[in-house]
């Protein structure tokens, strides 16, 4: 998926979090978390899975983070990749 | 009686809130209804269908039976929501605004297409069709026919009384005719009857109340929009100590009356024939479902054979 344009998804809700992609030339992935000490590399590493998946290749990814799980993380970026415009 | 599964307590789960579908392997109900419809803004009905189809496959190790309530099929979402969540494999779909037998088979038709793409044997996604318009209340007896997929109809008290401009009380008297209506449809076919969710968290002793009255008018499974609820609804619907105990009287009575070559037997004083033991048969499988008891009540201990 392209971003073609800015696409938000999730809350600040307990184990969500919120993702806002924007375009950019380059791929940037910014990450605040509520345990963000101990589990930034892996919620790195599920971000950049699910932009492989889609095959998004650049883009400036913003994740703020309350514990979301993996399944939270995956779906809430899917979810603000589609609102971007990338179908 | 051999599909003699127990839907006592069926929760909703806001399909949007992560906080709450990550506790359903640790809620104590028998089912979950992951909402996608009254529980999701407008707004949000995209990324809740991604959400709850990310979920569920993470979800693997199952406890309970999922439902999915879908948007109803007269909005745009409702297909969107079908193609999103079955490849998760839920149970099945509760289906709003059931208003008529041709809606149920609209999914019916819709379901036994994704079976086909999914591979899946044609009828294993479920139905739980909504009774919750004074169209569908009418219906009613229609729809609990409409597909072979159905568990049964599930009355919807909030949206009922909404169509039909009236209050819903807690000691629900406008509630009888339509309650009446679901169930004569639902044992007509066979299939369970769902009552409605009990809306005040905070009043336990009026849920009580409205669960013993239900299970009394022969409902055998309520909606929860709690998991605070299950306690209760499942102490309404345990089987009490002495009905069981009654019952394998019953049984032993009956089995004695056949020996003898009657149909019809005395038992402390009151009269003991089929449908008695119809009944004894219904408390001891529920029985058995709860645990209380390992007797297996067959087709010949209710009827005898020939």
Redesign the interface.
């Known amino acids: 998926m392209k971003i073609l344009k800015k696409g938000q998804a999730g809350t600040m809700q307990s184990s969500d979090l919120m993702v806002v992609v924007e375009p950019a030339e380059d791929l940037i992935v910014e990450i605040e978390s509520t345990v963000k000490k101990q589990f930034e590399h892996l919620i790195r590493a599920k971000i950049d899975e699910v932009l492989a998946k889609f095959d998004t290749k650049s883009g400036r990814i913003s994740i703020n983070d309350r514990g979301a799980l993996d399944y939270a993380i995956e779906a809430r970026l899917e979810a603000a990749l589609q609102r971007a415009g990338g179908k | 009686m051999a599909d003699y599964k127990l839907r006592r307590s069926l929760l909703y789960v806001p399909g ?4 709450m579908l ?1 506790n359903i392997p640790l809620f104590q109900c028998d089912a979950v209804q992951i909402d996608l419809e009254d529980a999701v803004p407008l707004s949000e009905k ?2 809740a269908r ?2 709850v ?3 569920l ?2 979800y693997k190790d199952r406890n309970k039976e999922i439902l999915v309530r879908i948007n109803g099929l007269d909005t745009k979402w409702a297909l969107d929501d079908l193609k999103a969540v079955l490849p998760a494999l839920p149970n099945g779909i509760r289906l709003p605004k059931a208003d008529s037998p041709e809606i149920v088979e609209r999914l019916d038709t819709l379901l036994t297409e994704y079976e086909e793409e999914l591979g899946l044997e044609v009828g294993y996604f479920r139905i739980l069709p909504s009774i919750e318009t004074a169209q569908g209340v009418l219906n009613a007896a229609k729809t609990a026919l409409a597909s072979e997929r159905l568990i049964g109809l599930a009355f919807g008290a909030e949206d009922y009384t909404a169509t039909m401009e009236i209050n819903r009380t807690k000691t629900g008297e406008e509630l009888f005719n339509a309650r009446m209506n679901v169930l004569w449809g639902a044992k007509a076919a066979g299939i369970q009857a769902i009552d409605s969710i009990f809306a005040d968290v905070n009043d336990m002793e009026s849920l009580r109340k409205e669960t013993e009255l239900i299970k009394k008018l022969g409902f055998t499974g309520k909606c929860m929009i709690n998991p605070r609820q299950i306690d209760i609804i499942h102490d309404v619907f345990a089987p009490k100590q002495e009905e069981v105990d009654y019952a394998l009287e019953v049984i032993e009575a009956i089995k004695r009356a056949r020996e003898m070559g009657t149909g019809v037997i005395s038992l402390k004083g009151k009269m003991i024939d089929r449908p008695v033991v119809v009944r004894a048969a219904r408390v001891l499988n529920t029985a058995r479902a709860h645990g209380m008891v390992d007797v297996v009540i067959n087709e010949e201990d209710i009827n005898g054979t020939e």
């Open positions: 949007n809130m992560p906080s990550q995209d990324a991604i959400l189809r990310r979920y496959e993470n």
